[in-house]
């Protein structure tokens, strides 16, 4: 792992000193590239980070992200000489602004050197540049927002995240908090077993409601855009009363599709309905972080195929549920429970035809009780821990 004593001045007779920091915003394509790849530094030594694909990580902070029609954006790197020891991002979404009127703005993407004097540039820079827009909390770390990977890996760190999730060394926690953070929310990855059997109390609530239920896949080709309108439609009610929501536009949502038409499974999204309206979603994805770890973050020249033949050939033995909502009218109720239940136990079984033999349902913010009571009941078991922090400007 890279270190404040790797890149230093020596001169005979005295002791050597660490070249001086220095940071600078990230420009044009040559940056952005050094940007992408600087976590290789970070995690080289480390078995539990997948390294992320490169094209992946290019649209993410591209120009054509949706997220960027509603957010400003800006992004650093930390040089000691020419070695880059540290990057940030800083952004601000407008339409967290016109739902919240907090004027709280967002770190994300941090990674850097084990040195406290990187991690305190890194984030006055972003911070600096958050209250010069008016801006008076920072938050994150969030990559880039709410509706995407956030969050601070805290416990989980010696098994590898799952797809779409983050991961870190032990030492960010304390480093972050040390430039006066504080958490402010806990966000939990659940591991549960396909073999599991609904509960005697489970199956009573079925039988009371289940006459009202139907689950069904997505329906795909022609009627692909409209059962996505469903799917976002749910979502955005079943979330609107959550912890920092942030409701997806019409451009996400269609981004979100055409990821769905590549790595979603057509039985692997479900949707219940009750006496045939909508009223509940959910979203399985093969975990792919399984099989591209030996990729290191390149499809090319042969990593498409590797990847196209392990989904064939070798189906991830994991899968992570993403999304996952019911309607605001079923919360705190039978129906409701059910509606839940129903949806994890038909995706259980459909994955485990696959040979997937566990799922991560994340993330659950901790609060969350009666989600957490149902996971739990039928032996859902946190697996990692992510956080969220909050510093006054």
């Given at each position: 792992?890279?270190?404040?004593?790797?890149?230093?001045?020596?001169?005979?007779?005295?002791?050597?000193?660490?070249?001086?920091?220095?940071?600078?915003?990230?420009?044009?394509?040559?940056?952005?590239?050094?940007?992408?790849?600087?976590?290789?530094?970070?995690?080289?030594?480390?078995?539990?980070?997948?390294?992320?694909?490169?094209?992946?990580?290019?649209?993410h902070l591209s120009?054509?992200?949706?997220?960027?029609?509603?957010?400003?954006?800006?992004?650093?790197?930390?040089?000691?000489?020419?070695?880059?020891?540290?990057?940030?991002?800083?952004?601000?979404?407008?339409?967290?602004?016109?739902?919240?009127?907090?004027?709280?703005?967002?770190?994300?993407?941090?990674?850097?050197?084990?040195?406290?004097?990187?991690?305190?540039?890194?984030?006055?820079?972003?911070?600096?540049?958050?209250?010069?827009?008016?801006?008076?909390?920072?938050?994150?770390?969030?990559?880039?927002?709410?509706?995407?990977?956030?969050?601070?890996?805290?416990?989980?760190?010696?098994?590898?995240?799952?797809?779409?999730?983050?991961?870190?060394?032990?030492?960010?926690?304390?480093?972050?908090?040390?430039?006066?953070?504080?958490?402010?929310?806990?966000?939990?990855?659940?591991?549960?077993?396909?073999?599991?059997?609904?509960?005697?109390?489970?199956?009573?609530?079925?039988?009371?409601?289940?006459?009202?239920?139907?689950?069904?896949?997505?329906?795909?080709?022609?009627?692909?855009?409209?059962?996505?309108?469903?799917?976002?439609?749910?979502?955005?009610?079943?979330?609107?009363?959550?912890?920092?929501?942030?409701?997806?536009?019409?451009?996400?949502?269609?981004?979100?599709?055409?990821?769905?038409?590549?790595?979603?499974?057509?039985?692997?999204?479900?949707?219940?309905?009750?006496?045939?309206?909508?009223?509940?979603?959910?979203?399985?994805?093969?975990?792919?972080?399984?099989?591209?770890?030996?990729?290191?973050?390149?499809?090319?020249?042969?990593?498409?195929?590797?990847?196209?033949?392990?989904?064939?050939?070798?189906?991830?033995?994991?899968?992570?549920?993403?999304?996952?909502?019911?309607?605001?009218?079923?919360?705190?109720?039978?129906?409701?429970?059910?509606?839940?239940?129903?949806?994890?136990?038909?995706?259980?079984?459909?994955?485990?035809?696959?040979?997937?033999?566990?799922?991560?349902?994340?993330?659950?913010?901790?609060d969350n009780r009666?989600?957490?009571?149902?996971?739990?009941?039928?032996g859902g078991r946190?697996?990692?821990?992510?956080?969220?922090?909050?510093?006054?400007?």
């Amino acid at each position: 792992m890279q270190n404040s004593t790797s890149n230093r001045l020596h001169h005979p007779g005295r002791p050597a000193k660490p070249l001086p920091l220095l940071i600078k915003p990230v420009a044009g394509r040559h940056g952005t590239d050094r940007f992408i790849k600087f976590p290789w530094s970070i995690y080289k030594d480390d078995p539990a980070w997948v390294p992320p694909l490169l094209f992946e990580r290019r649209q993410h902070l591209s120009p054509k992200n949706p997220y960027f029609d509603h957010a400003r954006f800006q992004s650093w790197l930390a040089y000691r000489g020419t070695v880059a020891v540290g990057r940030i991002s800083a952004q601000i979404d407008r339409l967290h602004q016109e739902r919240y009127h907090d004027h709280s703005g967002f770190f994300g993407l941090l990674e850097a050197e084990d040195n406290g004097e990187t991690f305190a540039a890194l984030l006055t820079t972003a911070e600096n540049w958050l209250r010069s827009r008016g801006m008076q909390t920072c938050a994150g770390p969030f990559n880039l927002s709410i509706n995407q990977e956030c969050g601070l890996l805290a416990e989980g760190f010696d098994t590898p995240p799952s797809i779409m999730m983050g991961h870190a060394p032990p030492y960010y926690t304390d480093r972050v908090m040390e430039q006066g953070y504080r958490p402010i929310k806990e966000l939990l990855a659940y591991s549960i077993e396909t073999g599991f059997k609904p509960s005697r109390a489970m199956r009573a609530i079925i039988r009371r409601v289940n006459s009202h239920i139907r689950i069904r896949p997505m329906e795909r080709g022609r009627y692909f855009d409209r059962e996505l309108t469903v799917i976002g439609d749910i979502f955005n009610d079943a979330w609107h009363n959550n912890w920092g929501f942030i409701p997806f536009t019409t451009n996400e949502l269609q981004a979100m599709g055409n990821d769905f038409k590549l790595l979603v499974d057509k039985d692997l999204i479900q949707i219940a309905e009750v006496d045939g309206m909508p009223a509940g979603m959910m979203v399985t994805l093969p975990n792919l972080n399984e099989i591209i770890a030996d990729l290191n973050g390149r499809l090319l020249p042969f990593g498409w195929l590797k990847l196209l033949w392990r989904l064939k050939i070798r189906y991830p033995r994991t899968a992570r549920v993403p999304l996952m909502g019911i309607r605001q009218q079923y919360h705190h109720t039978l129906m409701g429970a059910a509606l839940a239940f129903m949806l994890i136990d038909s995706e259980r079984q459909k994955v485990a035809k696959k040979g997937v033999e566990e799922v991560e349902m994340s993330w659950i913010l901790e609060d969350n009780r009666e989600m957490r009571k149902i996971i739990e009941t039928h032996g859902g078991r946190i697996t990692k821990r992510y956080r969220l922090y909050q510093k006054e400007l």
